[in-house]
């Protein structure tokens, strides 16, 4: 059976390649999201991609991956990381894996942005290698599936 992942990214990661790209890149949102598709397809895994600037949004959008049993999760809160604990308790209640993603490194940034709500909660956290987390985060999901180790 096929495995089929879930992308959230969280707020302004829309504006990905015009915000700060000294900090976040150049590269679109898109773009990223083409790379992950491509690599999904190596992997013979089924990826969809969702982004909102929503705290609400994304906690549906875990819901719905319970719902449509959907067997991993990589998630960008962007700002909720720092702020959220509904996004916590979403991926507590529905138990699917995940990983949480960054393209800048949040512990060598602002002291606020240290603290993660979600980290613990989740299999992983990779941050500061810019989009390449991504894709990290894809192959050490499905890694991770494929050896049962979650």
Do not use: W
Request: hydrophobic content about 40%.
């Amino acid at each position: 059976m096929q495995k089929h992942f879930l992308v959230i990214h969280g707020p302004n990661l829309n504006l990905l390649g015009l915000r700060e790209p000294e900090i976040y890149g150049s590269e679109t949102l898109e773009q990223i999201n083409q790379q992950l598709l491509n690599e999904a397809l190596n992997l013979q895994i089924k990826l969809e991609c969702k982004q909102t600037n929503t705290e609400g949004e994304i906690v549906n959008y875990i819901h719905e991956a319970f719902k449509n049993k959907i067997n991993g999760l990589i998630i960008n809160p962007a700002a909720y990381t720092h702020t959220s604990i509904a996004i916590r308790d979403a991926l507590t209640a529905v138990k699917i894996p995940a990983i949480e993603v960054h393209l800048s490194n949040i512990h060598t940034r602002e002291p606020f942005r240290h603290f993660s709500y979600t980290a613990s909660v989740c299999l992983g956290q990779i941050c500061g290698f810019g989009s390449y987390g991504y894709l990290l985060a894809l192959q050490a999901l499905n890694q991770s599936l494929n050896s049962k180790l979650v």
